[in-house]
């Protein structure tokens, strides 16, 4: 546990939520990608749940249509902890670009620059030139987040 500091509190959550400006990530996983149904409200879209790309998707046969959804564990350098990134194409395209480019994302630490609120943001990710690196002291600790995340998010259960 850790002291709360009220000036600095913000809602935890295992998803990752990028600030105005830089923020600093390294990815720690293998990415997956796949269907995501999500709602447009006037401001935001709201996430409905995975496509099971089949006849029996309760979402499709509501008629809401599926987008395409990336996913990796990433390192927060900001707050020191490992958070799931549910990125959309403007993030997942950019990713796999810049993999495309430098190799495996796993190797190099990555910028995502975000500019704008709601549904006129705008995200633009960069390979870092001096890599930072994952703190030693931090990478132990880490490993137990990332099975915890895995085995709640992506494990299917019985």
Not at 13 to 28: A, H, P, S, W, Y
Not at 43 to 54: A, Q, S
Not at 106 to 131: A, H, M, P, R, W
Request: glycine content about 8%; charged content about 30%.
């Amino acid at each position: 546990m850790k002291k709360i500091d009220y000036t600095t509190y913000k809602k935890p959550t295992d998803f990752m939520k990028f600030e105005q400006g830089d923020n600093l990530i390294r990815i720690v996983s293998s990415g997956v990608i796949g269907l995501q149904h999500v709602m447009k409200t006037a401001n935001r879209f709201v996430n409905l749940g995975p496509c099971t790309e089949d006849e029996t998707c309760e979402f499709c046969n509501k008629g809401y249509e599926p987008k395409a959804a990336w996913k990796w564990l990433v390192f927060n350098y900001a707050d020191k902890t490992i958070k799931i990134l549910d990125a959309g194409i403007m993030i997942g395209n950019q990713i796999c670009e810049l993999g495309k480019k430098f190799g495996d994302p796993q190797e190099f630490d990555i910028v995502v620059n975000k500019k704008g609120e709601s549904l006129k943001t705008q995200y633009v990710c960069t390979k870092v030139v001096k890599d930072t690196g994952i703190p030693e002291d931090l990478k132990a600790g880490l490993e137990f987040r990332k099975k915890r995340l895995i085995n709640k998010f992506f494990t299917k259960k019985q």
